[in-house]
């Protein structure tokens, strides 16, 4: 699956599930690593696990699989690589301290 087809693959299994301020972030010339990066926020604990579950899940019946997924245990940020894709799910407070926004918008590109 291509990497723009993933993305709104993504994006939909988290508005599915209600997620908040939903941002995604074109870095392909930013970075080799990754093309997108998402960045939505969940309401509680069990939100952000179930956002990102549903994103695994919906990207499974496409046929893809992350290569990883971090922070399932406290559901306080959960981060699921698919490689081209990459999606950051957070609680609010954690994602306004750590501001991943600010560190990856290029003025000259801005999404």
Known sequence: MEAE????LVVDALDDLKAINT????????TDVMDYLIIASGTSNRHVKSLADNVCMEAKKQGMRPLGVEGED??????VDFGDVVVHVMLPATRDFYDLERLWVNPDNPT
């Open 5 to 8: 087809s993933l993305k709104l």
């Open 23 to 30: 941002v995604t972030l074109d870095v392909a010339g930013l």
């Open 74 to 79: 406290a559901g306080e940020w959960v981060l």
